[in-house]
């Protein structure tokens, strides 16, 4: 399937997105890569081909330590670089009217 920037266009105003025509572009040419790339697992999937993994096994014992319980941020910190703040809260735009 094409993607045409007429697509990357649309999305992204569905998005909010402000992009240049480059980054359309650009990002046309991505997707269109990510398209066929899964249209290729399709039909490797439709012809019953065997599943491989796409990256080897994580061996890092790092990646699978335990989970540690430790104290969080504290609020003001965490309120201290936002714009828009009531209370212990960010304030953010109205989304859903």
């Known amino acids: 399937m094409a993607i045409t920037p007429d ?8 998005a909010r997105l402000a992009l240049t025509d480059e980054e359309i572009a650009r990002l046309g040419r991505d ?7 899964v249209a290729q697992l399709t039909e490797a999937v439709a ?18 330590r335990d ?11 965490a309120l201290s670089g936002a714009p828009d703040v009531k209370g212990p809260f960010f304030r953010v735009p109205k989304v859903i009217g």
């Open 7 to 14: 697509d990357v266009a649309y999305t992204a105003r569905l």
């Open 47 to 64: 012809a019953g081909e065997a599943a491989r993994p796409v990256l080897p096994l994580i061996a890092d014992a790092e990646a699978l």
């Open 67 to 77: 989970d540690v319980v430790q104290p969080s941020l504290p609020v003001e910190q």
């Open 31 to 37: 997707l269109g890569r990510i398209s066929a790339y």
